[in-house]
């Protein structure tokens, strides 16, 4: 069993940054790629980025290329998420989660991960 827990969340101002942290336990976490996605109010959860296990790949959303970057630290299995320029139309609940298989590619599809956090509130005022 894995649990991914986020944190980081919280209320900024438009134009600041916030740094969003999932940290994994139980089974190992550093041979899967991981993902960060969004969900907004009244909409489906989105892809936000997403990262390859050992931190040598990337992809973004379009939404936020330029202003967002995923990395992570596998000797403390935590995948982190640096938010900048922040937009209030990133306003959501963003949530961590971890690839199904082992040492596969990133993937956009929330139906490809099978692991995820609870979700932490990113609230963005204009």
């Known amino acids: 069993q894995v649990q991914l827990v986020e944190s980081g969340g919280g209320l900024v101002q438009a134009g600041g940054s916030l740094r969003l942290s999932c940290t994994a336990s139980?089974?190992?976490?550093?041979?899967?790629?991981a993902g960060w996605f969004r969900q907004r109010p009244g909409k489906e959860r989105e892809f936000v980025a997403g990262?390859?296990?050992?931190?040598?790949?990337?992809h973004y959303g379009d939404d936020v290329k330029g202003r967002f970057t995923i990395s992570r630290d596998n000797a403390k299995n935590t995948v982190y998420l640096q938010m900048n320029s922040l937009k209030p139309e990133d306003t959501a609940v963003y949530y961590c989660?971890?690839?199904?298989?082992?040492?596969?590619?990133?993937?956009?599809?929330?139906?490809?991960?099978?692991?995820w956090g609870q979700g932490t509130q990113v609230t963005v005022s204009s």
């Open positions: 989660a971890r690839r199904a298989a082992p040492y596969s590619y990133i993937n956009i599809d929330p139906g490809r991960y099978d692991y």
């Open positions: 990262i390859n296990w050992s931190g040598g790949s990337t």
């Open positions: 139980g089974r190992t976490f550093s041979s899967y790629a």
